[in-house]
Each structure stands twice: as C-alpha cells, then as structure tokens.
C-alpha cells in the first residue's frame, strides 16, 4: 500500500535543494532513499499551480508544495539478533526502548549487525513498520551511537504516520540530560522556577567543509535548543538539562559548542583529547513524550541517568 506526504516549505527553506529539505524534514526517510525515489518519479513539486516531477538539485521557491508517493516496502531482511532490550513500554502500536550508549539505531554499510534495529527484530519478529523499508523498520526518529536514552519504535504503519507527523510538527517531548564544558554565568541567564534558563535559537545545516559534521549557517534550518542549568560542578564543567523545540541533527552538540559549552567527551564538536576515559559525548535522552497515535492519549517516559553518567556527576559535585 502507498503512502503519500504533503509538504509545505517555509519561507525561510526558499533556496533550499529538495532532496535536502524532505530529508531534514522527515527524520525518518535516508537522503539517498529520497533520491531513488526522485529518480522513480514519486517526488513532485508543485509550483503556481502546475505539478511536475524534478530533479534532487531543484532549489524550492516561495509557494512550492512537494509531494512524496512512498511505494509498497520491500520485504524486510534484516537478520535477527538475540540482544537484551531495555524496554520502557510496548502495545500493539508502539514500543519504548532504553538504549544503551555504544549501540547503533539501525544498520548502514561497515555495521550490519549489532544494532537496535537488529535487537529489536528478534523480539518484535516481523511485527515492525515496514514504511522506511529494509535497513530501518520501525525506525520513526533516531539518537547517535554514543548518546543514551528514549527511543519509540513503530510496530505499525499507522503508528509510524502518527509519530512521523508529530516529528515534522515537532510536537515530541525530547529533554536530555548532559555534562558540559565551563561554567553558565546565571547573570546572563532568565529564572525559571528552580533553574536559570537561556533559549538557543539558530538555524542548522550541513557543513561545508566536513559533510559528516553540522554547524550553525544563517541559511540552515530554523532550530532551537532550551537549556536548562542543574549545576555547575567542579573543574569547570557543568550540569544541563535540553529540551528540544525542532530537532534536527546533532542539534544539542552543534548549539551547545556554538554558546562555548561542548558537550564533555564529544570529539567531534569539542576538545579532542577527553577526559576521563569516555566512550562519547556525555548525553542522555531521558525524557520522551508523545501522542498515542491510535488512542490519543499523551504518553510521556522517563529514563534514570546511566551508571557512567552518574558516577561522573558524583566525581564532579
């Protein structure tokens, strides 16, 4: 069965390449999915009035509503692996996991075992949505390698148009916890009940040296972080909670380094050599909260620190 995804562009996405816009857009979709699917006609674009098929490089202009016919899924291959899940919650719809740091979401060329998804295989069996086809069943929204925390999976294709929606809505509730570099002068910060708050407000794209890396670009996407101080610690770091408002791609790490607050432990936007034997970026998804999208009903988890990230919180205090 087919599934169609209207889109309709913001004024500030006009310039924007298509295949870029639709894979910021749905987190859940690859970037070369999204060109196969171009180069098979099922991406269009509709421009004063007139619908058309175009190519990947089309640069979206003021009015344009893009189209996708995602086609039936393939079957799905992926092979099953008998790995503990720590699973939050689970229906018929939905399953919540707890994902450990060091565990990769889906698999991708050099890691085809070993991940989420092929955990997640084995117990659900085929009993996934198959909607973003063979590498990503189920997958609806992603955290990196090194970051812990809250994941729903789709075990429907009706869940995983719900959630979709409410990821390109950004209606989610995401907080995560992290420690980072230097102290938050509270005097540049606004009170809000028991923590000093600041807003992150800028946009996100691609870098343009390192394709592999993000950074802050005013002609990037609109994206904005609310932290929240817990602590500052000792050694000059701190304690700080962040709460998404948009969500795209390394988000937290690009805008907390953009403030001069890397993430600790994060190689790629923070200081090379780490401190304290970490595997990672010292960031956890702890809090995840959604509408149920067959009851609709507001469901919201919460996930304890994992035992590294408190151990290093006590070292610090």
Not at 80 to 109: C, F, G
Not at 121 to 133: A, K, P, V
């Amino acid at each position: 069965m087919e599934r169609i995804i209207n889109l309709t562009p913001d004024p500030y996405d006009v310039g924007v390449r298509l295949d870029k816009y639709i894979s910021e857009e749905l987190e859940d979709i690859s970037r070369s999915y999204i060109k196969k699917l171009i180069d098979k006609g099922n991406i269009s674009v509709t421009s004063q009035g007139k619908e058309r098929r175009i190519k990947a490089s089309y640069l979206l202009s003021e009015g344009d509503e893009v189209k996708l016919v995602l086609p039936e899924p393939e079957k799905l291959e992926i092979i099953p692996e008998n790995i503990p899940l720590d699973i939050v919650y689970e229906d018929e719809d939905v399953i919540v996991v707890n994902k450990p740091q060091d565990m990769v979401v889906h698999p991708a060329p050099g890691n085809y075992s070993g991940t989420l998804v092929n955990a997640l295989m084995y117990h659900c069996g085929e009993s996934l949505s198959s909607i973003n086809g063979v590498e990503r069943p189920g997958i609806v929204h992603r955290i990196d390698k090194d970051t812990s925390g809250l994941l729903v999976i789709c075990k429907t294709n009706l869940a995983h148009q719900g959630l979709a929606q409410q990821f390109a809505e950004h209606s989610i509730n995401r907080i995560y916890s992290s420690i980072v570099y230097n102290h938050f002068d509270i005097d540049k910060m606004e009170k809000d009940g028991d923590f000093y708050t600041l807003v992150v407000n800028k946009p996100i794209a691609r870098a343009h040296n390192d394709r592999k890396k993000m950074a802050i670009d005013p002609d990037g996407r609109r994206a904005v972080t609310h932290i929240y101080l817990q602590e500052n610690l000792k050694e000059n770091y701190a304690y700080v909670k962040c709460k998404l408002e948009t969500g795209r791609t390394h988000q937290i790490r690009v805008h907390l380094t953009s403030i001069n607050h890397p993430l600790l432990g994060d190689p790629v936007y923070g200081p090379k050599s780490c401190p304290f034997n970490l595997k990672g970026q010292v960031l956890h998804a702890g809090t995840l909260g959604f509408i149920h999208p067959r009851t609709g009903k507001y469901l919201e988890f919460n996930s304890e620190l994992p035992e590294y990230f408190t151990k290093l919180l006590g070292r610090l205090k």
